[in-house]
């Protein structure tokens, strides 16, 4: 799962390091081309795409880096973490949902990927099968029952 996340990180960082080094300096070059820096909305417009650019290639970076540290030795074999697959009963609506607990990249609630920093997600972690966990989401205060558990070892 972690090699999927990092080739992910890995191939945008890729895309946005092309876009730095060699388109961006092409359109600044061009922009300059036309005179006058002051009013010469291309080049500010390249400029600050250069910025944002820079700044999403860090973010990136350290999103890569802090992936990197995750020691599978220490999530845990009987709770829910990152990588576990979850059932959950939904009291209020009195039905079965599943979710898997991934990063905030992966995050995709309508194929049931939600991510450990998501109000559900953080309301699951550590807790175990037969728990009752009640969740205050945006659309207000949910309630669960954890049913089944598999964890990323399990699923390894």
Do not use: C, W
Not at 116 to 123: A, C, F, Q
Not at 124 to 143: F, H, S
């Amino acid at each position: 799962m972690s090699e999927g996340l990092k080739k992910k990180l890995e191939d945008q960082i890729r895309v946005l390091e092309h876009e730095l080094n060699h388109e961006l300096p092409k359109e600044i070059k061009t922009a300059r081309a036309h005179g006058d820096l002051s009013e010469n909305a291309e080049y500010h417009a390249a400029k600050e795409r250069q910025g944002i650019v820079n700044a999403r290639l860090g973010q990136l970076r350290q999103r890569l880096a802090e992936i990197a540290l995750v020691n599978f030795n220490n999530i845990p074999h009987d709770r829910v973490a990152f990588g576990s697959t979850v059932i959950l009963h939904d009291v209020s609506k009195d039905s079965e949902v599943q979710y898997k607990i991934v990063t905030s990249e992966d995050a995709d609630v309508a194929s049931g990927k939600i991510s450990t920093s998501s109000p559900i997600g953080r309301g699951l972690i550590g807790k175990q099968v037969g728990d009752v966990v009640t969740v205050q989401t945006p659309a207000g205060t949910r309630e669960f029952e954890i049913r089944k558990l598999t964890t990323i070892h399990e699923e390894a």
